[in-house]
């Protein structure tokens, strides 16, 4: 009897399936402007969006699947009533055949809504398959990858035909020459090979996804014209239960898709490393020199942050906010006037190791070249901490010059003394508060990567059109080339004020330390009422490189850790890289 009794209850419940796409009014479709994009991803994040995008958005709804956009289909069966449902029973072939049955009649009752619509996300489907296979969109013009991966013109050739004559000859011709497509990303060596830049390996990956995609979708479009019922519609219904019934955390998405983040997170930084890695005394020397900027611009502004402190003690939440907005602005003043700040650069020379990685795999050959570039990153790196002390230091001194010769003191002596002997090596914790500032330094970068990302992304059809306005147009320009650097700038500014005020409301000290800044608390020593002796003055010096070593191995050392993790390499493999990197 429990058994009949289950068996019942089932049957109520796929009855209930049916009767609700039945008793959907055709007359709602046709009012309705609504889109499938969205609905096909495996991942369940937005077509047209980018994983940063819509981890905002669930992040703000705290539901997954978020609440989507009024014209996402996803919106209208991806509801807890349809879950319930869904939730009840197993569905054998035959119950998914019926269901489908009853989404064919509401097409036809509908004047064929349904297939016109998956016809229009086809057409973008194949778009953004050309898009992430083809080296020469917006996206990839700054990198020396072949024009074309794949040819696609026989691909929309028979995507032509098939709008045009919706047979069984022009499907079967275009879904074999996807399956070929297929078939040759399987074999290449990439697609077993997830990376975190943006380089073939993810492309490869990505590309897969869209293509099995698009059958699926194909599949179904074909269905609704000729009722042929192919295996991929299985598989589309399993996938649809799943991102409907399964309810994810925010931290389970984050494990899920640690690639597609660190793609998001360090994409951009492929057309800004090149130059962290110069080898000629000429690209050393253009390093310097911007390094010189960077340290003037700090020195410029940087005794404001006491000021401030001093102006808005009995405020401490207004206190890191104007330090927030002082740090964000001299950083974006060091980019727009092409400026360098020492230590950002380690995260950004990931692309070019992986690039390596996927051209020669582990080879010793492959480990001489990483090594090779990281002995010129690290004496880059050198100059640019070198030439931001230097001038910070110098402009530091110069701009307290002209103010005592106005006899304008804008810091008190203990302010003078305090700022200066927190950076002494051995008295202090300035070593560990490098150590802080490292990381947020790396988190900057994947802060402008996302945004940088997320911006191409969502309007990479105005990049393949090219059909706005010219004021559009130059706006559209502008921040691709710069938003990510924005982004990255302002991010890095608000995070290294606020961190003081995160660590004490978590009750951990998170105090910051960088290099440059240090170095423009060095003359504060001269104007301050302590005598001048060099048994005080060579820790605090000895202290501001130490602050600009962990700054820099910091940087290094997450790089590497992201490095590792998406290529799973052994832990011999740095040993052969440190001794490569000793001996050449």
Not at 62 to 83: L, N, S, T
Not at 84 to 111: G, H, M, P, R, W
Not at 170 to 199: C, P
Request: proline share 2%.
């Amino acid at each position: 009897m429990a058994v009949v009794y289950v068996s019942r209850n089932c049957y109520k419940d796929y009855v209930s399936l049916v009767n609700e796409i039945d008793n959907i009014d055709p007359n709602l479709l046709l009012k309705s402007d609504f889109y499938f994009e969205g609905i096909f991803t495996n991942s369940g994040v937005l077509e047209g969006s980018s994983f940063f995008q819509e981890l905002i958005k669930r992040l703000e709804y705290k539901v997954i699947p978020r609440v989507y956009h009024d014209k996402d289909i996803r919106r209208f069966i991806f509801v807890p009533k349809v879950r319930k449902i869904l939730k009840a029973k197993k569905y054998s072939k035959l119950d998914i055949q019926e269901v489908f049955q009853s989404i064919y009649n509401l097409n036809s009752k509908a004047e064929n809504i349904v297939s016109k619509k998956i016809l229009a996300a086809l057409e973008l489907n194949l778009l953004r398959i050309k898009y992430h296979m083809n080296s020469v969109s917006f996206h990839m013009k700054n990198l020396c990858y072949p024009e074309e991966i794949l040819n696609f013109k026989k691909i929309e050739e028979s995507f032509s035909n098939y709008k045009k004559s919706q047979s069984i000859q022009n499907f079967k011709a275009l879904k074999g020459t996807l399956l070929e497509h297929l078939d040759e990303l399987h074999k290449s060596k990439y697609i077993q090979n997830s990376g975190i830049s943006f380089d073939l390996s993810y492309r490869y990956l990505i590309s897969e996804d869209l293509i099995k995609r698009f059958i699926k979708l194909l599949s179904l479009n074909y269905y609704l014209k000729s009722l042929h019922f192919s295996d991929e519609l299985y598989d589309l219904f399993e996938i649809l239960k799943t991102d409907i019934t399964k309810s994810r955390s925010v931290f389970s998405l984050l494990s899920s898709y640690w690639s597609i983040i660190n793609y998001e997170a360090t994409e951009y930084s492929a057309r800004l490393g090149r130059k962290y890695s110069q080898s000629s005394l000429e690209g050393i020397f253009s390093i310097f020199t911007s390094s010189l900027i960077g340290g003037c611009l700090v020195g410029l502004f940087a005794f404001l942050k006491p000021f401030l402190s001093l102006e808005l003690v009995n405020f401490s939440f207004l206190q890191y906010l104007s330090h927030g907005f002082l740090y964000s602005f001299i950083f974006l003043c060091i980019y727009f006037l092409k400026g360098t700040l020492a230590t950002k650069q380690p995260s950004k020379i990931i692309c070019s190791i992986l690039n390596i990685l996927d051209k020669q795999e582990e080879s010793d050959q492959s480990f001489s070249e990483i090594a090779s570039l990281l002995r010129m990153s690290i004496l880059n790196q050198f100059f640019s901490v070198v030439g931001n002390v230097i001038a910070g230091a110098g402009f530091s001194y110069l701009i307290f010059l002209i103010f005592e010769k106005n006899n304008y003191y804008p810091l008190t002596n203990e302010i003078l003394i305090s700022e200066f002997n927190g950076l002494h090596i051995f008295d202090s914790r300035s070593l560990y508060y490098a150590c802080v500032a490292g990381v947020w330094l790396v988190l900057s970068g994947i802060a402008g990567g996302l945004v940088d990302n997320w911006y191409r992304e969502k309007n990479f059809h105005l990049a393949e059109k090219r059909d706005f306005s010219l004021f559009r147009k130059k706006i559209f320009k502008f921040l691709s080339n710069h938003i990510g650097q924005i982004a990255s700038s302002t991010f890095l500014g608000f995070a290294l004020a606020f961190s003081p005020y995160i660590g004490n409301a978590i009750g951990i000290d998170l105090s910051i330390r960088h290099v440059t800044f240090a170095s423009t608390q060095i003359p504060y020593f001269l104007y301050s009422t302590s005598e001048f002796n060099l048994n005080i003055l060579l820790p605090i010096i000895t202290g501001v490189f130490g602050i600009g070593l962990f700054n820099v191995l910091v940087g290094y050392g997450l790089t590497f850790f992201m490095l590792f993790k998406s290529r799973k390499m052994k832990s011999n493999y740095l040993k052969k890289l440190f001794f490569k990197l000793l001996y050449k």
